[in-house]
């Protein structure tokens, strides 16, 4: 018979509420691990937005500021490691900067080794997770955002676009931004947000933030609201300039000044505030639950198919070898497009 054990004991505070403090004590001293990839063509400005983003000076400008200074741009995914903080809560960011796909003349699946980057992560993550003796924290590689750079063109996705956004949309969290957004008047970026938006539904790419059942009634809506921004318009500078008396960060010209913080010039805010603000978390978890996920029942099953074929039986631990046809199975897989 059940028994009310309120009224047995006299109500008295037990403590155990306090483990919402002790895990956040956990986490803050173990700080946290984000990890960004961005792609887009050369000169897109991707080094400039992020070093905007994270209010740092994180990456390096190819920009150059002198006509004698050489033309540079990146040529290798080339990740960057750093740690920030802010109020004691330590973020250690991974940022990978991709040569600009589509800047050849044969584009034959110059996206292959930033599909591979992100796939291999994941690789990487499965055999540190599948060794007997694992690390207490291993230590995360995944890219759990991409920020995919659209040329400021005015008309449409390029063909390229649509087959890169295909391919990563598949693997990773894609958050599509309108690159160097100040060169587009704002009836010409309402025209060219609806266009790309249609292209999105018409070749059925699926964009970061997804539904999930487990959403309350204000993430929903917050989630709406995003997709109707849905690709940020941005503009981004590391130059601080003076408007009205105050510090800003924004872009100089001869007409004018571009605020990249003021709301009415572009959706720089829009964008930080949905990296940083509200989506962190559930990028990072976002990642683990769906995109790794799927990555690591295909591996595993494949491991299991390829060991009933040499007759081993199913689950002993990983040995070097089953760890060996994890590797090849990955690359296998990799180059069959999964
Ligand atoms: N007008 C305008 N210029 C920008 C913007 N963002 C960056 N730039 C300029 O564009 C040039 C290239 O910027 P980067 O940030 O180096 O571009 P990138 O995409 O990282 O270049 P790669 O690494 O070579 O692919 C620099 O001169 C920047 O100052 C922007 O939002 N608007």
């Known amino acids: 018979m059940a028994m009310d054990m309120q009224s047995v004991y006299p109500k008295s505070h037990v403590g155990f509420d306090s483990i919402t403090q002790q895990i956040?004590?956990?986490?803050?001293?173990?700080?946290?691990?984000?990890?960004?990839?961005?792609?887009?063509?050369?000169?897109?400005?991707?080094s400039t937005l992020i070093?905007?983003?994270?209010?740092?000076?994180?990456?390096?400008?190819?920009g150059r500021l002198a006509p004698e200074e050489p033309i540079r741009s990146t040529t290798e995914i080339s990740p960057v490691s750093h740690v920030i903080e802010e109020n004691g809560v330590r973020l250690r960011l991974n940022i990978v900067d991709t040569p600009g796909y589509g800047d050849l003349i044969n584009?034959?699946?110059?996206?292959?080794?930033?599909?591979?980057?992100?796939?291999?992560?994941?690789?990487?993550?499965?055999r540190k997770e599948l060794t007997a003796q694992r690390e207490r924290y291993l230590q995360d590689t995944r890219i759990h955002c991409c920020?995919?750079?659209?040329q400021p063109s005015g008309h449409a996705l390029k063909p390229i676009d649509i087959v890169v956004l295909k391919k990563l949309s598949e693997f990773v969290n894609v958050v599509p931004v309108i690159a160097k957004s100040d060169s587009l008047t704002l009836e010409e970026r309402a025209t060219f947000k609806q266009r790309i938006k249609e292209e999105f539904a018409f070749h059925?790419?699926?964009?970061?933030?997804?539904?999930?059942?487990?959403?309350?009634?204000?993430?929903?809506?917050?989630?709406?609201?995003?997709?109707?921004?849905?690709?940020f318009a941005v503009v981004g500078s590391e130059k601080t300039i003076v408007v009205g008396g105050k510090q800003v960060r924004g872009r100089q010209n001869r007409w004018g000044v571009i605020?990249?913080?003021?709301?009415?010039?572009?959706?720089f805010v829009a964008l930080r505030n949905f990296l940083t603000r509200t989506h962190l978390q559930d990028l990072i978890e976002t990642t683990s639950q769906i995109?790794?996920?799927?990555?690591?029942?295909?591996?595993?099953?494949?491991?299991?198919?390829?060991?009933?074929?040499?007759?081993?039986?199913?689950?002993?631990?990983?040995?070097?070898s089953a760890d060996r046809?994890?590797?090849?199975?990955?690359?296998?897989m990799t180059m069959n497009g999964y």
């Open 24 to 46: 956040e004590k956990k986490l803050l001293k173990r700080g946290f691990q984000f990890n960004i990839i961005c792609v887009g063509q050369t000169g897109l400005g991707k």
């Open 51 to 62: 070093n905007t983003i994270f209010a740092s000076h994180l990456m390096d400008s190819k």
């Open 107 to 126: 584009n034959d699946r110059c996206w292959d080794p930033i599909v591979k980057y992100i796939k291999d992560q994941h690789s990487a993550y499965l």
């Open 147 to 150: 920020l995919f750079f659209i």
């Open 204 to 231: 059925n790419l699926r964009m970061y933030p997804y539904e999930n059942e487990e959403h309350d009634r204000e993430e929903i809506e917050l989630n709406e609201r995003i997709k109707e921004t849905i690709p």
């Open 259 to 267: 605020n990249v913080e003021d709301e009415s010039h572009c959706e």
């Open 291 to 320: 995109h790794y996920e799927s990555f690591r029942a295909k591996q595993l099953l494949a491991l299991k198919e390829s060991s009933a074929v040499q007759g081993h039986t199913g689950s002993r631990p990983i040995s070097p």
């Open 325 to 332: 046809e994890l590797s090849r199975n990955s690359q296998r």
